[in-house]
């Protein structure tokens, strides 16, 4: 990824100022200051409108990238990379597929929850349990159930044993926190939302192939970020059907490609711009971690913008990561104390069978 964008140093500091201004004042607040980002967000458009817009780039693809490389080369640069193969050998990548979880963990019940702009476009976010054997039968059947940030790993730790530990510690180094497995497993043409947070993210791909789109934060600009005091920063821009006449701005971003096979490994820097979709059926396991540093390294204020949030605040959004990180979702969507009772409700079922 490039280390400068068409946006110069100076509008980022401006806009990125607006967008602190924003979530610190609130949207009721900041409303009589709106009139002066959109001012500028028409300058900044007058001035690149001259520029021919950029051409999509593929993520650098290295087979048998060192940790010590690894951390020169892209981690302390900031720089998404695919790790070429990297699991192919591993047992997840060889054992696990849809029957594997179906007839192995199908009376699991795990949470799902829509979020408004990072799951689906309803203003309402909603949510449901069910069982593991319920979402691949909805999978096979061409369903829209997607299962994301699921625990199901850290909850049943053979699955942990089937990747390798030893790989994953050395890429992620010293002096990181919070390390973290989720489970991502749902049907062919399902997407995740154009969106950045804060954690590192080393993003693998065992069964299915997946599409990755990814924008530097050094062009949060031209993505029209939605400032909502959530953990998670969202952006309106349909990056597989943009609305050019809605945002203008979007098509000078620049863009990165990422296609992933059984056996890629992603690494997705922190506060990175992306946008996720399966290109088939597909299973992988994000292994996230924090590092304070890498995240302003990346951009200071977006991870400012993180660390200010109150919907839920930073405290809260860690102690849900510890049970479900959708239990965040539910948090900003309003119905947390509902989905609790029955999420404790859920567990006490799954302990007693």
Same mark, same amino acid.
């Given at each position: ?12 500091v401006?806009?990125h ?24 967000l ?5 001035r ?8 999509k ?10 940790a010590?490389d ?41 949470l ?15 949510h ?19 299962? +994301? &940030? $699921?625990? !199901? ?7 942990? *044993?089937?990747?390798?530990m030893?790989? @994953?510690?050395d890429?992620?180094?010293?002096k990181?926190?919070?390390?973290t497995?989720?489970m ?14 804060q ?24 993505i ?20 050019h006449?809605k ?6 971003a ?14 997705v820097?922190?506060?990175t ?5 399966n ?8 292994? +996230? &971690? $924090?590092? !304070?540093?890498?995240?302003?390294k990346?951009?200071? *204020? ?5 660390? @200010? ?15 479900d ?7 900003s ?9 029955e ?9 007693n069978?």
């Amino acid at each position: 990824m490039r280390k400068t964008s068409n946006v110069t140093f100076l509008e980022r500091v401006i806009f990125h100022s607006f967008l602190i201004l924003e979530q610190l004042l609130g949207t009721r607040v900041f409303k009589p200051i709106s009139p002066f980002k959109l001012k500028f967000l028409n300058r900044l458009l007058k001035r690149l409108s001259k520029l021919p817009p950029p051409i999509k780039i593929n993520i650098d693809r290295i087979d048998n990238l060192s940790a010590a490389d690894f951390k020169k080369n892209y981690f302390q640069k900031s720089t998404p990379v695919i790790f070429s193969g990297a699991a192919k050998n591993w047992a997840c990548t060889k054992k696990w597929n849809l029957d594997y979880f179906k007839f192995g963990y199908g009376e699991k019940n795990i949470l799902i929850v829509n979020a408004s702009g990072l799951t689906s476009r309803e203003e309402n976010s909603n949510h449901e349990f069910l069982t593991v054997n319920e979402l691949i039968n909805n999978i096979k059947n061409g369903g829209d159930k997607y299962l +994301r &940030f $699921s625990p !199901l790993l850290e909850n049943n730790p053979e699955l942990v *044993s089937d990747l390798d530990m030893d790989w @994953l510690q050395d890429m992620k180094g010293e002096k990181t926190f919070a390390n973290t497995y989720y489970m991502f497993l749902g049907g062919k043409s399902h997407k995740t939302l154009l969106h950045t947070d804060q954690p590192c993210n080393i993003y693998v791909q065992i069964f299915g192939e997946k599409k990755w789109t990814l924008f530097s934060a050094e062009d949060s600009a031209l993505i029209y970020p939605t400032i909502s005091n959530t953990a998670y920063i969202k952006s309106p821009v349909e990056v597989d059907s943009p609305d050019h006449t809605k945002f203008p701005l979007y098509k000078y971003a620049q863009a990165y490609e990422a296609h992933l096979s059984p056996g890629d490994v992603l690494y997705v820097p922190p506060n990175t711009w992306h946008f996720v979709e399966n290109l088939t059926d597909s299973i992988a396991v994000g292994y +996230r &971690f $924090s590092s !304070l540093r890498a995240a302003i390294k990346a951009s200071f *204020s977006l991870s400012l913008l993180r660390i @200010l949030s109150t919907n839920p605040p930073i405290w809260k959004t860690m102690e849900y990561g510890k049970i479900d990180t959708n239990l965040i979702w539910a948090h900003s969507g309003g119905k947390i104390k509902e989905i609790l009772k029955e999420y404790k409700v859920k567990t006490k079922e799954v302990i007693n069978k």
